[in-house]
């Protein structure tokens, strides 16, 4: 993140709440939220992958909606709820997503499952109760390219069953 | 210590990642932030072939936060480029650049916006050079040459059948390789039908997620490097060979991968960073797009003609192919898929008289190399499509040909390997009947969409060539154990199955054992995670290397108390002697008393050499690949939609079902990419679709409506408990059963992949009016 010619006005600040905390933060105008979320507060789980919006493997979830956040700015965040992977599991406890993908071998590389579970906690937040065919078109949004996909789908379609 | 009721081997246990992985927490090399951690960025070449002039970079070199930038002139490197076969690619460029994406130079600054931002100040002075994109163009008379001297390169040494061509003039050719038994001219003299066709397959790209990355730091004498790559030990030696210093002083770390697929098979970033530790005495990161690492390495085009000769009665008598590799601007592993595909092209058909000659070559393209498959998936698109194609001249049913000609379990697919270890036909029933082979839906809307149904059986020889891996087992002072092997976790599962195979062979309970982290100064030496070769050979490493470790216990245990080793059990996780029953921990402390200790088990497997072998070592074991496709067909648009897929493959021995069927779903979905949309495309030598909003992957909304996979246990492995490799096996069939059953919808041979809306409605124009498509 350059700094070159930034001024103490150019800076932003930013409240906001994430994974459930209050949040204060300063940032610059064009950094991008992904950069924010993996450098400035050190959360790795959200990875970078295509860069350009297409992919999913960047998800996490803003007011509850999934983005892409190698594709907005970091100052988008201010006085919204951003969740991130690591604010999914409650300290040792799992959410029903969680422990789904790993009981029906939602994930292999493990790159995309991140991005992945967040999308799947938003299509069931908005739908508790999807088709199979509702899942496949909801999560299109994500590309995965190790676990051929219907793998996924099951995952889901178990989570269902305890949420 | 609990009581292992049923056998762990053959258990979903959870995967031993699964916590890390859903939580987010599990460390990707791109995750490792060192103090001091500089960021390196490449400067590429746009032109596809040019000669260097001039480079001049003082002016980045100056700039505010710019630590060094990597030229030819000062690459600190004792020599200055690597290659798995041919030392063929530079670490930056010397005289010239070979492809639009070839590397000319590097940054390394304090932050990635810097590095960027000092690329744009290094003048490059190019003179452009007549280019080669196709295999055609290369090897015409007179064409430019993409490499002017030959290369240090790797002699291959093959058995009985199998020969390397030298080409007398300075060719583009890389690597003749060619096979041959009986006399294939005679044989198609006599046959009473011949075939000839042509296949094509475009250049693809594996897409991992994670894309190609490493950090090197270095000390002044040792250098460490995490990376994602699948091969920790090859690239030790090749940055060792490259920087002049011992193998002792390279340590490579490997955390989790985000997929490989074989394009992390090899130095990729790791020189670069290399080279910009050495300059500036930082840790040095070096990290691609995902654009970029479209522009590093993709799996090769293909050309690959076939002619059978026939009887009558539908037996195969003879085959002659001849592949064409189009491996780029630097060779990789495309030497050894050329050669993977030669041998593999004929298929796993009783043919008695065979000829085949496979060629690399270069051209000014992203240079190629290693991709799931490794070469089967080419030739079996075109042998499976083939053997429909002689089925419909000879009017006999697709299934009824291959069950005459197939080999049987126990056959032999080349003199001197090892024989067909697992029933062809037998999977083939399965999914034909699994698909309602019989039946045929009629036509749908009018007529205009036609279904149909097709199949396809094809193997490749798994396992690797001349593979060889050790591991080792300790058992520690209070009874658990640590496991240590150099296969690379990349999403197989490999890390959990071989902790189950030591879970049996202690009889410990797999929370007791800790698999170590993938560390070259402490793992032993594994030659590379590709082939399907981990299960098999790792496994039988990490099994010897259990089973020593339960050895040393129990005589450990013997002598400890006085007894024959024979009275020495290991069972349920404890040491039984006669009446005692005691703990691993109590024998450590009978044995060591007060002082702590551990026990070294140390296992080690290799694939023998054969000269009767044409590639000079024995086939570890067929991983197979067998597939039956419904499709619908659109014949006003082209499109094809993939309705239902039913996989088979031999797993031996599922150690962790779950996970085999993983492998094989993905592998699948690599094969519907490879059919129905992957395809990398190029004008005048510039990659026009370097991200996946071009370069269409395969997602959710392509899953057909049903999808099955069988896995068949057959028992035949050489790996644990009977157990094969797996992975790649579900790739192969696909691609032709879809251009099968697309044939048996519309009447349409496709020879080109994928089949894209266009491509199969200009195939539909062209058949018009009614012709023999077998000439289109």
């Known amino acids: 993140m350059s700094r070159e010619g930034l001024t103490h006005d150019s800076m932003i600040a930013v409240h906001f709440r994430l994974n459930g905390q209050e949040c204060h933060e300063i940032v610059t105008p064009n950094e991008l939220l992904i950069d924010f979320i993996r450098n400035r507060l050190g959360l790795a789980g959200t990875k970078r992958s295509c860069d350009i919006e297409v992919c999913g493997v960047c998800t996490v979830l803003l007011n509850g909606k999934a983005v892409s956040s190698c594709s907005m700015f970091a100052f988008e965040v201010n006085g919204k709820e951003l969740l991130t992977i690591e604010g999914l599991a409650k300290r040792d406890k799992l959410h029903p997503i969680q422990s789904s993908f790993i009981e029906f071998g939602g994930f292999q590389c493990g790159f995309c499952t991140p991005g992945m579970i967040l999308l799947a906690k938003a299509l069931l937040d908005e739908n508790p109760n999807p088709t199979r065919e509702e899942i496949q078109e909801y999560m299109d949004a994500n590309i995965c390219r190790c676990t051929g996909y219907q793998m996924i789908v099951e995952s889901i379609l178990d989570a269902v069953g305890k949420m | 210590m609990k009581k292992l009721v049923t056998s762990i081997v053959g258990q979903n246990l959870h995967r031993i990642d699964s916590q890390e992985k859903v939580t987010g927490r599990g460390i990707y090399t791109g995750d490792i932030k060192l103090p001091g951690m500089l960021y390196g960025k490449v400067l590429r070449s746009p032109l596809p072939h040019a000669r260097i002039r001039r480079i001049a970079a003082q002016e980045a070199a100056s700039m505010s936060g710019v630590l060094a930038v990597l030229t030819r002139e000062n690459l600190p490197m004792v020599f200055p480029s690597y290659g798995s076969y041919v030392k063929d690619q530079p670490i930056v460029a010397l005289e010239k650049v070979r492809y639009s994406g070839d590397v000319v130079a590097a940054v390394a ?170 300059l500036v005495r930082r840790p040095v990161q070096v990290s691609f797009s995902a654009e970029e690492t479209f522009k590093t390495i993709c799996q090769p085009q293909a050309k690959v003609r076939i002619k059978s000769g026939v009887m009558q009665d539908g037996t195969f008598v003879s085959r002659q192919c001849e592949l064409f590799v189009n491996v780029g601007a630097y060779a990789n592993s495309g030497p050894m898929v050329a050669e993977k595909a030669g041998y593999r092209a004929h298929g796993p058909y009783r043919i008695s008289n065979v000829l085949t000659d496979a060629y690399c070559v270069y051209t000014n393209t992203v240079p190629g190399g290693a991709f799931r498959g490794f070469g089967a998936p080419q030739v079996a698109f075109a042998y499976e499509s083939h053997l429909d194609t ?387």
């Open chain 2, 390 to 776: 002689i089925a419909h001249g000879l009017k006999v049913d697709p299934l009824k040909l291959r069950m005459k000609n197939l080999l049987g379990k126990g056959q032999d697919y080349a003199a001197g390997d090892t024989p067909m270890d697992c029933d062809l036909k037998a999977g083939l029933r399965q999914v034909a009947k699994a698909i309602e082979w019989g039946k045929r839906d009629s036509g749908l809307k009018g007529g205009k969409v036609k279904r149909g149904k097709g199949l396809a059986c094809a193997v490749k020889d798994g396992g690797g060539t001349g593979k060889l891996a050790h591991s080792m087992v300790k058992i520690l002072g209070d009874g658990s154990a640590l496991l240590y092997f150099g296969s690379v976790e990349m999403g197989q599962g490999i890390r959990t199955a071989l902790l189950q195979v030591v879970a049996k062979e202690l009889t410990l309970p797999p929370e007791r054992i800790h698999v170590a982290e993938l560390d070259t100064q402490n793992t032993p030496f594994d030659k590379g995670t590709n082939a399907s070769s981990a299960m098999s050979v790792m496994g039988q490493a990490v099994l010897r290397a259990a089973r020593d470790a339960r050895g040393q216990l129990i005589s450990t245990a013997a002598s400890a108390l006085g007894v024959g080793e024979a009275a020495v059990q290991v069972k349920d996780g404890m040491v039984v002697v006669q009446e005692r029953i005691l703990s691993f921990h109590e024998v450590m402390r009978l044995c060591f008393s007060d002082t702590e200790s551990e026990i070294v088990g140390k296992g080690f497997f290799k694939i023998p050499r054969s000269e009767e072998v044409p590639l000079g070592y024995i086939s570890l074991f067929w991983e197979i690949g067998i597939g039956a496709a419904e499709v619908e067909v659109d014949e006003m648009t082209g499109e094809v939609r993939l309705l239902r897929y039913v996989s088979l493959t031999d797993a031996g021995k599922m150690i962790n079902p779950l996970q085999c069927r993983g492998q094989d779903e993905g592998a699948v979905l690599f094969g519907i990419g490879q059919g129905l949309f992957e395809e990398l495309v190029y004008e005048e030598g510039q990659l026009v679709n370097p991200t996946i909003v071009d370069y269409r992957l395969p997602s959710f909304r392509d899953l057909p409506q049903s999808f099955i996979t069988r896995i068949l246990v057959e028992a035949g492995g050489p790996g644990p408990y009977g157990a094969k490799g797996l992975g790649e096996g579900g790739t192969l069939a696909v691609a032709p059963a879809i251009c099968n059953a697309v044939f048996d919808a519309i009447g349409v041979r496709m020879r080109k992949i994928p089949l894209k809306g266009e491509r199969v409605w200009r195939a539909i124009i062209r058949a018009l009016p009614t012709q023999d498509s077998d000439h289109s």
């Open chain 2, 109 to 278: 600054a304090t932050e990635e916006q810097i590095a960027e931002e000092a690329l744009k100040r290094i003048e490059v002075d190019y003179e452009e050079l007549p280019a080669v994109y196709t295999v055609e163009e290369s090897l015409a008379t007179g064409a430019p040459l993409v490499h002017e001297k030959p290369h240090e390169h790797r002699e291959p040494s093959y058995g009985r059948g199998a020969t390397h061509l030298i080409h007398e003039e300075t060719t583009n050719i890389c690597l003749h390789f060619r096979y041959q038994r009986g006399d294939v001219d005679k044989s198609l003299r006599e046959a009473d039908y011949i075939f000839e066709e042509t296949f094509l397959l475009p250049g693809a790209a594996h897409c991992p997620l994670e894309p190609h990355v490493s950090v090197c730091s270095f000390d002044g004498d040792n250098f460490t490097i995490w990376s994602s790559t699948q091969t920790p030990f090859p690239l030790r030696q090749e940055l060792a060979r490259i920087s002049g210093v011992s193998l002792n002083r390279i340590r490579v770390i490997v955390p989790y991968v985000g997929g490989g697929f074989g394009s992390k098979s090899g130095i990729r970033t790791e020189a670069l960073a290399l080279a910009l530790s050495k």
